[in-house]
């Protein structure tokens, strides 16, 4: 995968973060809760998401080769590769961390509106 | 020989990590129900008292001003002040007093382990179905299946009431007045060649430290069995019988180091339970550690204390890993390829 498809799948997951984030924090204002509620509560969501594959993302680079050999040495037939899963974690943290920044332009954006 | 561009990799690991347990954290403690301010300010506090407070703590800022905030914060290892258990004590403080007592007693807990775990292990795989090897197993699997919260009542029961050896709770004996150089109480009576109340505080520590050293122990043996017996089924070791060599050098000389890999990783990944385990154990024998400061904190919701213990908790258990590794590289310089 070279830099600009590993940007575009970045890219897509951080949108996608963002707008989940941003669509919640309005579908819960307009549900009638406090937009300070809203955004703090989509915020840490978020940020757990994000926080999560942060952890998930040292431990595939921490223990994945590891791992990957310890299958071939048992002759596993998963098909799990560190590669993989380091992907997989850095698009997760994408989507975290655009719903983090969704939400606080969301929260902004509202806050100004009203 | 280690080389620096390992060390220094795996430093540079601990980075993300680290920021990743925080920002978890930080989420948890917001998505977590009930409200700091209130919490300070009492059950009777007006509301006015309460904005103020609110005001602050910077609780009123949005909440990525308050994450940013958090983070540089946390980076000069800066957790803010207690708001409930030592009031307006700073984190870093209240940590300073209570790492080192559960500290001391992982780092017992973890020797007492391996100085009785590689040696059972050892008997069990070289005196393979044998007595010893029965007994050693059995040991083994009775270490792993008892919860502390049943041990360490049962032990006290039996060492402190029936028997009265040792004491059933605290960490020295009331009539010893000890200021602190390390906080480790065993450390500084000794430095201090205080040698009554060192007595007094090694019988203290023994039985925690046997109780959160026992499910640690049960595991190293069962791993230094199992790979003492696979190392012993390799060809070298036959080469090295077949040479001549005794059994018991072939065995310390050419199986021991090789045996111990995968003991080692259970012995980093273990010294993370035994601080988990830290939390039960200091319950039991009413020692004020911090494990008993994180439920404390936990209960009446003191945000800064509960962030500053789990974020000491993350980064002693990735040093202790950190250490893991460089000890691998020593045992197979062939891991840092």
Excluded at chain 1, 75 to 80: H, K, L, Q, S, T
């Amino acid at each position: 995968m070279d830099l600009r498809e590993r940007g575009r799948l970045v890219g897509r997951a951080l949108a996608l973060g963002g707008a989940l984030a941003a669509l919640t924090v309005v579908a819960l204002v307009v549900s009638g809760e406090t937009l300070r509620f809203a955004s703090e509560k989509v915020f840490a969501v978020a940020a757990l998401v994000f926080g999560f594959s942060l952890l998930g993302w040292s431990g595939s680079v921490f223990a994945g080769e590891g791992i990957e050999h310890f299958q071939q040495h048992i002759g596993g037939r998963a098909d799990w590769s560190e590669a993989d899963s380091r992907r997989a974690i850095v698009v997760l943290g994408s989507v975290g961390l655009g719903g983090m920044v969704g939400a606080s332009l969301a929260t902004v954006a509202l806050g100004s509106v009203a | 020989m280690i080389s620096k561009r390992f060390v220094v990799k795996r430093l540079l690991l601990l980075i993300p990590v680290l920021f990743g347990v925080a920002t978890f954290v930080f989420a948890i403690l917001h998505l977590s129900p009930g409200d700091p301010a209130r919490v300070i300010a009492g059950q009777r506090a007006s509301e006015e008292f309460i904005q103020q407070i609110r005001v602050e703590l910077g609780l009123n800022d949005p909440i990525w001003v308050q994450y940013g905030r958090f983070l540089m914060d946390a980076v000069q290892l800066d957790f803010g002040q207690s708001y409930q258990i030592r009031r307006n004590t700073p984190v870093k403080q209240v940590l300073r007093y209570k790492l080192p007592v559960t500290l001391e007693m992982a780092i017992y807990g973890q020797l007492f382990g391996i100085l009785l775990g590689i040696p059972a292990g050892l008997l069990g795989a070289i005196k393979q179905d044998a007595l010893s090897d029965h007994l050693t197993r059995i040991g083994a699997l009775t270490g792993i299946s008892v919860p502390i919260y049943w041990s360490g009542p049962l032990v006290i029961l039996l060492f402190a009431q029936v028997l009265g050896w040792f004491p059933a709770s605290g960490r020295i004996a009331s009539e010893f007045d000890i200021q602190p150089i390390t906080g480790m109480i065993t450390f500084d009576t000794l430095v201090r060649g205080n040698f009554a109340a060192f007595e007094s505080a090694a019988m203290h520590l023994l039985l925690p430290s046997l109780v959160i050293g026992i499910y640690s122990m049960a595991l190293i043996s069962r791993m230094m069995r199992s790979s003492m017996l696979e190392v012993i089924r390799q060809d070298y070791m036959r080469t090295a019988r077949a040479k001549g060599q005794g059994s018991k050098i072939t065995i310390m000389k050419h199986g021991f180091r090789n045996a111990l890999i995968p003991v080692v990783t259970v012995i980093g990944i273990q010294f993370g339970t035994l601080l988990g385990g830290a939390v039960l154990t200091e319950t039991v024998f009413g020692i004020a550690g911090i494990g008993t400061l994180l439920v404390q904190a936990i209960q009446v919701g003191d945000y800064p204390i509960v962030q500053g213990t789990v974020l000491t908790f993350a980064f002693l258990f990735t040093l202790v890993n950190l250490l893991v590794d460089v000890t691998y590289s020593y045992l197979d310089p062939r891991i840092e390829q």
